[in-house]
């Protein structure tokens, strides 16, 4: 990753989240400053929210700074307040994040996630528009829940997304089209990150492999929804980090631009199940339930645009990532 010339921190939100506080851990240990802002959204429990922040500032051991404002981004002023600082450029990964959950709630999801989003450019774009070298970029998750129940697989960027089946899957493709039109009006660069099922230590525990490995240590019934052939494009976590520092990298160069940040191997439901419990080292207990309302059959993310674009190539192996997850939630629980 470039070194920022301005020594200035880049702004990351929802960095108390899963994803947003490995990119904060991975850009402190290569020496850049970050400031981290999140809202501790009652999603899941902000003791592990705090966890995921103790990893970032342990990450200050190689001398860059990290400061953490507590801080809801749909309240204006205090975004305004947060912009008096300069940022190199923005990271925005802040969002209300299930798919399934914003079937009943998608007033709550599009404040959090579309009018958010708005406060955000709006701001990146005023600093921006001061001094074109300062917050030079916009970095935002997007999801590959756009693509819907797309019948082409592989999808590809350049495929039509305009029927989501989920409110949270119509904000964020309506976060992608605010994000253009934001680079049309004022040039400031954006790249919209489209994460397939991302995994690994301190996953969301709503997530698939998170809630398995807890359900099968534990012994707890798991309802299988459908018949276990849907199927989720999983990538393991340090592969969507190095995807996500190459965009904020490359994205000037670009102007606009969508990637797909996957694996390119979906893997069932079922092959899911029985990777957790061997390396878990017991059976699931499974109950039959039918298929939720927002759930897509199948993610299979087309990479061709990322490995070109930005040199992105995953390497981790589901069971090699799966081992790894079970590793931290074992050293979590002692
Ligand atoms: N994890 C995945 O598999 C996946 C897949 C596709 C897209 N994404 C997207 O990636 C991003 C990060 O996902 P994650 O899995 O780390 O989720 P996460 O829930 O762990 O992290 C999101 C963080 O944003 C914070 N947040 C929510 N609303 C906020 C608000 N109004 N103001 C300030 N902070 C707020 C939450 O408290 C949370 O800590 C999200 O935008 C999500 O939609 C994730």
């Not at 970032?56 to 700074?65: C, F, I, Q, W």
């Not at 990150?193 to 807890?214: A, E, H, K």
């Not at 996957?262 to 419990?277: D, F, K, Q, Y």
């Amino acid at each position: 990753m470039a070194t920022d010339v301005h020594g200035l921190p880049i702004l990351i939100t929802g960095v108390a989240g899963f994803i947003g506080s490995h990119v904060a851990a991975a850009l402190l240990a290569r020496g850049q400053a970050v400031v981290g802002v999140d809202n501790f959204d009652q999603f899941y429990s902000r003791q592990r929210k705090e966890a995921n922040l103790a990893r970032v500032r342990a990450a200050t051991a190689s001398g860059a700074e990290f400061s953490f404002h507590e801080m809801d981004l749909t309240d204006r002023p205090a975004v305004a307040g947060l912009f008096c600082q300069r940022f190199a450029g923005v990271i925005h990964l802040a969002a209300k994040a299930n798919p399934r959950v914003s079937v009943g709630d998608p007033i709550g999801y599009v404040h959090a996630n579309v009018y958010a989003t708005a406060i955000v450019l709006e701001h990146a774009r005023q600093q921006f528009a001061l001094d074109a070298g300062v917050c030079s970029r916009v970095v935002v998750a997007s999801s590959s829940s756009v693509y819907g129940n797309c019948p082409t697989p592989p999808f590809h960027e350049g495929l039509d997304v305009t029927t989501p089946i989920s409110p949270y899957a119509a904000t964020k493709q309506a976060c992608e089209v605010m994000g253009y039109t934001h680079w049309h009006l004022h040039r400031q660069p954006v790249a919209m990150l489209r994460f397939f099922t991302v995994y690994g230590p301190c996953q969301r525990p709503d997530l698939g492999v998170s809630l398995f490995i807890d359900r099968i240590s534990t012994g707890t019934p798991i309802t299988l929804f459908g018949d276990g052939t849907m199927a989720r494009d999983c990538t393991y976590i340090d592969d969507v980090v190095s995807g996500i520092l190459a965009a904020y990298d490359r994205i000037p160069a670009h102007g606009y631009r969508v990637w797909n940040l996957g694996n390119s191997t979906p893997i069932s439901v079922n092959e899911m199940l029985a990777t957790v419990a061997r390396v878990v080292g017991k059976a699931p207990v499974l109950v039959p339930g039918k298929v939720q309302p927002g759930d897509v059959q199948l993610t299979y993310a087309d990479l061709t645009r990322s490995r070109a674009e930005l040199g992105y190539e995953p390497k981790t192996a589901f069971e090699a990532g799966v081992r790894k997850q079970v590793a931290w939630y074992l050293e979590e629980r002692r």
